[in-house]
């Protein structure tokens, strides 16, 4: 089957030399190198958790235009790998995440496939998955989606054989105003069924957001409310978050502050969650930090298998407050610097013995070439505890060389 998957891929190639107007290619390859210490355990004695590797990707997407308004669309990630795991000749493992028709008229536009499906600025729903988005193109944009999240462990949906679909439905309002505003609501719904594969569950979000310019002056502002049930272990899920990102951009220097909240709950019976998709094809927490992607350093040092969300959930249940200060400058047109320091509490404390946490991010981006660039990064993570747990301070060093075409 991958022999077959990759003979299309080179078909695919081969046509665009013919028919480029029918073919629309790019992508990015990219090599990366990381060096983490002390991001698991906090703990200068303990060396389990460094790590030292260099990895890569090579992410290829097309559109290829059938006729005026359909496109079928396509995302592949080829050697995908970390050096020294895959031998002389790479992985032959070629991953799909986006493969979907689109049908986009005056009046709507229809995508059906694998697809990625979000709410907001990707904090509530961050999910690739395969179904039905469809919009409407009124003043008011109505957008709505279908999900199937799982089939349940077999193609039957019977509760009584224990395999029951999961299968999340979004639903979102969009509104612009030029530059000044661009306002979203939005409702998402997750209902697993009764399976042997998965939990039976229910899980909702309402959520508001809204980003826009007034002169000089950026913002971003998004609020999730979050509730549900899990009957498989009898525990309601709750969530109250706010994120907000206020800016000022001059010319080649930018300066913003970025606030998080997030809050925690102490009842036992009570699950805090903040996201829609959980464990189910979430592979980015949301960490902004400054808006500087490829940290993540939140993710690494506070999520445990994406157990935890980073910003929102620094311990189980414990919530967040948080807020990260940064500025960014381009002294020229090849050259971006960028820098944050952030500080986060827990909002709910008395289920934690976590006091506080200080991170900061160093950024630099050179471009060598069109196209052609190299990012460096130093990140830290200081946490405080109030009892024996080590709190030592985390490091990580991270440098890309990519080609973006």
């Not at 505890?385 to 075409?405: E, I, M, R, S, W």
């Amino acid at each position: 089957m991958k022999k077959v998957l990759l003979a299309l891929v080179v078909l695919l190639f081969a046509v665009s030399v013919y028919a480029e107007s029918r073919l629309d290619l790019s992508g990015q390859m990219r090599i990366r190198g990381k060096s983490f210490e002390n991001l698991s355990n906090f703990n200068d004695d303990d060396d389990s958790d460094k790590e030292n590797y260099f990895d890569q990707r090579l992410r290829i997407a097309g559109k290829i235009n059938v006729a005026e308004g359909i496109t079928v669309n396509f995302r592949l990630d080829f050697d995908e790998e970390t050096w020294g795991t895959q031998g002389s000749h790479g992985t032959s493992e070629i991953q799909t995440d986006r493969a979907y028709i689109q049908i986009d008229k005056d009046m709507y536009r229809l995508r059906a496939g694998r697809q990625l499906f979000a709410l907001g600025n990707y904090i509530a729903l961050d999910h690739n998955g395969v179904g039905f988005l469809a919009t409407l193109k009124t003043p008011v944009s109505i957008t709505a989606g279908y999900v199937k999240v799982s089939e349940g462990g077999a193609k039957s949906d019977e509760d009584d054989l224990g395999t029951e679909d999961a299968t999340a439905y979004v639903l979102n309002l969009g509104y612009k105003m030029k530059d000044i505003a661009n306002i979203n609501a939005f409702y998402g719904y997750q209902d697993n069924g009764q399976s042997d594969a998965f939990d039976e569950l229910n899980k909702s979000v309402i959520g508001l957001q809204a980003d826009g310019k007034l002169g000089l002056i950026g913002y971003n502002v998004e609020y999730n409310y979050y509730t549900g049930e899990n009957d498989t272990h009898n525990y309601d899920y709750v969530g109250n978050q706010f994120y907000g990102d206020l800016n000022v951009n001059v010319g080649m220097f930018k300066a913003g502050t970025e606030v998080f909240y997030a809050m925690g709950t102490d009842k036992t019976d009570e699950d805090q969650i903040t996201n829609l998709a959980g464990e189910y094809g979430l592979w980015d927490d949301f960490v902004p930090m400054g808006d500087f992607a490829d940290s993540d350093i939140m993710d690494l040092a506070f999520s445990d298998g994406y157990t935890n969300h980073g910003v929102f959930e620094l311990d189980e249940n414990a919530g967040s407050m948080g807020i990260v200060p940064y500025v960014s400058v381009s002294p020229m047109d090849k050259l971006s610097l960028m820098a944050n320091v952030g500080y986060f509490e827990p909002e709910e404390d008395t289920v934690t013995e976590l006091d506080s946490v200080i991170t900061a991010v160093l950024t630099a981006d050179y471009k060598l070439y069109k196209n052609v660039g190299l990012k460096g990064q130093y990140a830290y993570v200081a946490p405080e505890y109030d009892d024996n747990t080590p709190d030592d301070p985390a490091n990580a060093f991270y440098g890309k060389l990519y080609v973006n075409f």
